[in-house]
């Protein structure tokens, strides 16, 4: 066990180093095919209700997808991080209704959610061949994938992010899809 987690905290170190090293406007590319990706196949699958994180630092940012659901009527659901590794639902009604949270995060403002969700993207920091990730080390989208079985999962990555095999517990959940700028 503490062998997995030494594991897990290596690679967490080098993937933050190498996503900080992304030149600005290779990000920018990478990022604006992502959000294509993430785009197009909300307009295949309709989804009403998406969960989504508010970037921040060097992740992914998924603004433009955020903004083409709000301008489409989906429902837009972000987390407001809580202690003890849970995540609460807010509905997003803007990004000028956002708040400052803990550990650097956002959230929205809204109210809180408590339905379905159709479509969860979710952030990382590795991913490998058979869907796992490797998340920041809070046990946060562990706890919460686990509520919404139904739910499509996609994560969402650098195609440097990729591994033959990130560490796994017994906890961790495989996701549905990976999107890469690639």
């Known amino acids: 066990m503490e062998d997995i987690l030494l594991e897990k905290s290596n690679l967490r170190k080098e993937m933050l180093a190498l996503r900080v090293a992304i030149p600005s406007e290779m990000k920018e590319q990478y990022d604006t095919s992502i959000n294509t990706q993430l ?36 429902k837009i659901v972000a987390p407001k991080t809580l202690k003890q590794r849970k995540l609460e639902n807010r509905i997003l009604h ?10 650097g995060t ?41 509520q919404y079985p139904e739910a499509k999962k996609i994560g969402i990555f650098y195609s440097f992010q990729k591994r033959n095999a990130v560490p796994t517990e017994r906890h961790d959940i495989s996701l549905d899809y990976i999107f890469t700028e690639q």
Not at 49 to 72: K, Q, R, W
Not at 94 to 103: A, N, R, V
Not at 109 to 120: A, F, H, K, N
Request: charged share 15%.
């Open 39 to 74: 785009q197009n196949w909300i307009v295949s699958h309709r989804p009403k209700v998406v969960h989504c994180y508010l970037p921040m630092g060097a992740e992914i940012d998924i603004t433009p997808t955020i903004l083409f659901c709000l301008s489409n009527d989906i």
């Open 94 to 103: 803007g990004l000028d209704q956002i708040e400052k949270g803990i550990w």
């Open 106 to 146: 956002t959230h929205p403002t809204g109210e809180v959610y408590s339905g379905p969700i159709d479509l969860i993207i979710v952030p990382g920091l590795a991913f490998d061949e058979n869907r796992f990730r490797l998340g920041y080390g809070g046990g946060y989208y562990d706890n919460f994938l686990v």
